[in-house]
């Protein structure tokens, strides 16, 4: 059968069957009572014919489940259009070729986790030498000098170190919670690179859990990584956007 | 009509910064209301983000975010990848030479109308060439959307005028909101410097990344600083000041670190010069005090204010009831024109 995508339905054992297993907890005591609950929460979410097929007692008078129903809708896959990251990664090997014929220096690049912050272990395991899930780290790019400041380094700082070192790119780690706190932190280096005239002069990159492409777009940094994120990404996109800035001569502004 | 496109017309700017104190505070919303008023007006739009604007959710927080609907005929600018997934029909112009992580960066006309994703350039260089092609191709009016706190746009080197938008989101209590909406709109009236301290102070900056003026006799001796950043060639004012220095000029960021030195060494600090607002990266409290001190802060380029537009609801939390909320922030902001442009109120004439 051929699948309609104007009519996309979850599938379960036939297609456009419409199964789909959910779980949650109800604040409520383990019971016929609690079942009964769980199933018209479940026809509410717009489920037919559900099948609680596991309820636990979680004590304290919690409840929770496993059920199964048929979704009643569906969606049109032809219209979604989602605008995506187009980005090659390059290997080790790659990146330093590509520093080596392309630019024919070192690139510098100091990173920090800034402000409150003190959750080092995102940046450590793009910069440290030994690197990350068998990639190496920055520091080992015989093509880079990577900086690592630590962390709780303020942005005035880490502005000034940045010159000092003449760096190509800065990384910023950073955990942002929903308090905007760590938010607010990431656009101060931002307004400030702004306020001293370097905006322009240096890649801003930032880095953490919670950190999107758009999200870095937003903050006004020129790249951003989440979750998943290995060294040789940052470096792929650090090496190619230099190389592109020195073809089109974007960074000769100050 | 609310009146807020009447005060942009009749001010006679042509660009306007939409800024935010924080997120969620109704930058798009005011963002919207602008297009949808001046297309009723039959007025050439110029679209641009100085983030990421009309998202089909929150990246933080996956709740709904205001999409950005783009009239027929109206200039947008925005990230390849959004070129290509817009639900609005768009004919490319040109190719910037400014990048995104979703790709080079686009200029495109509305063929047909829709809904767009606007992913902008984060830099004010980068903006503000934007800016000017986009007068270049016949808008009449262009609408930068800001992103987050970042007041950047609002760089006088980038736009005519600035709407300041502030929300529930700022604080937790309305007095809060209050306070650090005042604090800012505080530092936006920093006035502009004129004649003989101006003309010094600009060409203290031409010698030099930061400069001390000292009052010898009558006239005005200009010291220039330099060194890698401004920030540290301000830094280094401090040690060089004198008994007859009136003032202290800053061509980069003034920071915290440079009140606390300022006013440890005068009785009576001396004024406090920068090039514009968006450089004062200063607290509040440390402000306060500079000022009962009988400090003063000036600026070479004044950031005009329209008016400020207020979001009286929080989407992770309170909110507040939008008439009381309008009539206190009225009281505590004024001479500046406040709207509400959800519940299109204002007392403003």
Known sequence: ?254 | MTGLDKLIITAGYSSIAIVGMTKNVGKTVTFNYLVETFEKNAVALGLISAGYDGERFDRLTLKDKPRIYAPKGALVVTAKACFDAAAAELELLESSSFSTPLGAVLLARVKQAGLVELAGPGSVFALSKLVAKMFDYGAGYVLVDGAINRLASASPLLTDGTILATGAALGPTMDDVIKKTVFRCNLFMASALEGEMAEAARSGLEAGNAALLHRDDCALRIEPVKATIPLLAGAQLIDRCLRETEALVFGGALVDKNLIEVMELYPIPPILIVKDATRLFISPELYYRFINQGGNIKVLDRINLVAITLNPTDPCGRGYDPQMFLERMEEALSPYPVFDLVFETSNYR
């Not at chain 1, 609690?34 to 309820?55: D, Y």
């Not at chain 1, 919690?62 to 605008?83: E, M, N, Q, R, W």
């Not at chain 1, 990173?111 to 990639?135: L, R």
């Open chain 1, 1 to 254: 059968m051929a699948i309609d995508l104007g009519k996309v339905k979850t599938y379960g054992d036939t297609l456009n069957d419409g199964a789909m297993q959910v779980s949650f907890t109800l604040p409520v005591p383990v019971g016929d009572e609690a079942k009964e609950a769980a199933r018209q929460i479940a026809l509410k979410m717009g489920l037919e014919s559900p099948a609680i097929t596991e309820m636990a007692d979680l004590g304290a008078g919690f409840t929770f489940f496993v059920l199964y129903g048929k979704c009643t809708h569906s969606v049109d896959f032809t219209a979604i259009k989602v605008p995506k990251q187009q980005q090659r990664i390059l290997n080790f090997k790659e990146v330093n070729n590509l520093i080596k014929n392309e630019l024919g220096r070192k690139v510098v690049v100091v990173a920090a986790c800034t402000g409150s912050d003190a959750h080092t272990v995102g940046i450590d395991a793009i910069i440290n030498m030994k690197g990350y899930m068998g990639e190496y780290g920055l520091e080992r790019y015989p093509e880079m000098e990577a900086y690592n400041l630590g962390s709780q380094v303020p942005n005035a700082e880490l502005l000034a170190r940045a010159v000092e070192l003449g760096a190509d790119a800065i990384l910023v780690s950073q955990v942002v919670t929903q308090k905007n706190i760590h938010l607010e932190n990431l656009t101060e280096l931002v307004e400030l690179s702004e306020a001293e005239g370097l905006r322009d002069q240096v890649l801003l990159i930032c880095g953490g859990p919670r950190i999107s492409h758009e999200l870095a777009i937003e903050l006004g940094y020129d790249a951003g990584f989440g979750p998943g994120t290995l060294p040789n990404h940052v470096a792929s996109y650090i090496a190619a956007e230099l190389k592109r800035r020195k073809k089109t001569g974007k960074n000769d502004t100050a």
